[in-house]
């Protein structure tokens, strides 16, 4: 019987030395575990800090641009009294091209009278967009490409004398 009963005690300590390993492994597994838990909080805090700063300055930039309005139709030069009709950019671009004379106004510098960025192709482009506008509304005439200026009084856009203008 006694052999019996040192078999199971050897047995016995077999299993605690077993489980004595197996329980510094998981310990240095869980602290293992906690340190990239630890590295991600930093992260998650250091993030939400980050989007909270570009928020407040995204914020900040929107609030300094012009207010963009409604979308407004340009009407035709023949239906309305004055430029009173028109919307506060076409004015803009409108005293602008009398300011140009003869030389004419450009896309660029019409980019430039909206309050956009200049350099911005595509700015460039929406300013041009609103000069072919008043072109075909007859506001401004394109006399070369590029360069737009205020009709001649009694004169459409297309260059033809406009009725009861004395041409």
């Known amino acids: ?5 040192e078999a199971r005690q050897k ?3 077999a299993r605690v030395e077993e489980l004595e390993a197996e329980l510094e492994r998981v310990r240095a597994a869980l602290v ?3 340190e990239v838990l630890r590295r991600r909080v930093i ?15 995204a914020v900040a930039v929107v609030s300094q641009r012009k207010p963009v309005g409604p979308r407004r139709e340009v009407p035709h030069r ?10 506060v950019d076409c004015q803009a671009l409108m005293a602008a091209a009398l300011e140009a004379g003869a030389t004419g106004l450009g896309a660029r510098r019409a980019a430039v009278v909206l309050g956009w960025d ?5 700015r460039v482009e929406g300013a041009r967009a609103r000069l072919k506008r008043l072109v075909e509304r007859g506001w401004l005439v394109e006399e070369k490409p590029g360069g737009f200026v205020l009709p001649a ?3 459409d856009a297309d260059g033809a004398g406009r009725p009861g203008g004395g041409s």
């Open 153 to 155: 009084p009694g004169q």
């Open 32 to 34: 293992e575990a906690e």
């Open 118 to 122: 200049s350099a911005s192709a595509s």
């Open 1 to 5: 019987m006694r052999a019996v009963l």
């Open 78 to 87: 023949d239906d309305a009294a004055g430029t009173k009709v028109l919307s």
């Open 43 to 57: 992260g998650l805090e250091q993030y939400l800090e980050a989007l909270a700063e570009e928020e407040a300055a």
């Open 11 to 13: 047995a016995a300590a």
